[in-house]
């Protein structure tokens, strides 16, 4: 964790060291398994790829984030009043001041990311600047600032990039069994067979194990940025607001946001259940009952 007054979380870092040691290591014995099937020849070549995939994603994460997004990096003549505030934050938390942008969708959300706390980027929406009082987007901003001190951003960046990998090598197999690709591996049938199951197990236990840490780290990051604040009314308030508003924005421009899912405050999704394993986010009835046990911790306290 960056140095930084947010409440450290150690079930956050054992989990987070446990996800990347087990995601490093299906990522190397998927490239393993792939550069066995091949010739020797290709050996180099298949291990720079895989080495260059996860470089790329995490050199170039916050850029991809904000394209995905349309969103543009705003000056504090811009946009004083979004700057005060993370001012004003990054002071209380000791922490260095990420970037600050602003996406143009009416979707309300807000996300943060970046390789490290000092090449970070918090982000906004036009539509959650419309929807929010300062309260509230003051405890969304703390939460997206929590996970930037956590470094929970990076580790999530990082660890996609098994699956990333795995989803690569699951369409290369598909297309070599559409056009015939048919040399055999020693042991078990066609070669492509065998990196397509091979690369399916890996995105599938990738794709569960984000998943379970995304859940975790929000509610993390609930936890941290309420007690910064020392607000957790305000942060529960802004979670409802969000969670109304989604609901109303049309299908379609959900669905081209929802690749954002696993870095939102809360998902671009309306409808639906998100208390399932296959969830990027804890429910909002769990998320507002830790809220409320804080507020009453706090209440206690004082």
């Known amino acids: 964790m960056a140095h930084s007054r947010f409440a450290a979380d150690r079930g956050l870092s054992a989990r987070m060291t ?3 040691f087990l995601l490093g290591a299906l990522f190397v014995a998927l490239i393993v ?28 994460s916050d850029t991809i984030a904000m394209k995905a997004m349309r969103a543009r990096e705003v000056t504090p003549e811009e946009a004083p009043e979004l700057h005060a505030m993370i001012d004003r934050l990054c002071t209380m938390a000791d922490m260095p001041k990420p970037r600050v942008g602003v996406a143009d969708t009416d979707l309300p959300n807000a996300f943060a990311t970046g390789r490290s706390p000092k090449r970070s980027v918090v982000v906004v929406t036009t539509g959650i600047l419309r929807r929010l009082n300062g309260e509230e987007l003051e ?3 703390a939460h997206e600032l929590s996970h930037v001190a956590h470094r929970d951003v990076l580790v999530m960046t990082i660890a996609s990039s ?7 090598l699951t369409r290369g ?18 070669a492509w067979i065998v990196v397509l199951l ?8 990738s794709f569960f194990l984000l998943r379970l840490l995304s859940r975790y780290r929000e509610l993390s990051a ?8 020392m607000k957790p009314r305000a942060l529960a308030s802004a979670l409802q607001k969000i969670t109304g508003e989604t609901n109303k924005i049309p299908a379609k421009d959900l669905r081209s946001a929802q690749s954002m899912n696993a870095f939102f405050i809360t998902p671009a999704a309306a ?30 306290q004082h």
Do not use: C, K
């Not at 020849?41 to 994603?57: D, K, N, R, T």
């Not at 197999?173 to 066609?190: E, I, K, M, T, W």
């Not at 091979?198 to 236990?205: L, P």
């Not at 429910?283 to 706090?298: C, D, G, K, V, Y």
């Open 18 to 20: 446990t996800v990347m």
């Open 33 to 60: 398994v792939v550069m066995l099937i091949f010739p020797p020849q290709y050996a180099p070549f298949i291990g720079l790829i895989g080495l260059g995939a996860a470089w790329l994603q995490w050199f170039t």
């Open 139 to 141: 405890g969304v901003l």
């Open 162 to 168: 098994a699956g990333i990998m795995a989803g690569m």
């Open 173 to 190: 197999a598909q297309y070599g069994a559409l056009f015939g690709g048919n040399r055999r591996d020693n042991n078990s049938g066609p």
């Open 198 to 205: 091979a690369s399916m197990v890996v995105y599938a236990i």
């Open 222 to 229: 609930d936890r941290a940025g309420a007690q910064l604040t």
């Open 271 to 300: 409808g639906v259940s998100v208390a399932t394993l296959t969830s990027t986010h804890p429910s909002l009835e769990q998320r507002l009952e830790q809220l409320a046990r804080i507020e009453a911790e706090l209440g206690r």
